[in-house]
């Protein structure tokens, strides 16, 4: 079992920043892929950007070069730095777990909204 626990969500106006934050219970040097989805009412879930243990990183194409996703290996901790924050960024934001022993985990998520 692997508790993820993220923070960082709020309210920000269009062309704001946000750094979600997400730390998990167990040494993050075991788990293969921390990533980061989001939700949006009546949407389907989606990937935003992933991070492995070797540090290779991925992103949706609507969020590259405005969102950075890391890692800090001694804080149990990835992070998701969101900057030009758009409205169409709205959602809940999820963080998961994915290669723990072969298994998936899921936060709880964290409410981001972008409005003026």
């Known amino acids: 079992q692997v508790q993820l626990v993220e923070s960082g969500g709020g309210l920000v106006q269009p062309g704001g920043s946000l750094r979600l934050s997400c730390v998990a219970s167990v040494s993050i040097t075991s788990i293969r892929t921390m990533g980061w989805y989001r939700q949006a009412p009546g949407q389907q879930r989606e990937s935003v950007a992933d991070i492995t243990s070797g540090g290779n990183t991925n992103y949706v194409d609507s969020v590259k070069g405005r969102f950075t996703i890391s890692r800090d290996n001694a804080k149990n901790t990835v992070y998701l730095q969101m900057n030009s924050l758009k409205p169409e960024d709205t959602a809940v934001y999820y963080c998961?777990?994915?290669?723990?022993?072969?298994?998936?985990?899921w936060g709880k998520g964290t409410l981001v909204t972008v409005s003026s």
């Open positions: 998961s777990v994915s290669g723990y022993w072969g298994m998936t985990f």
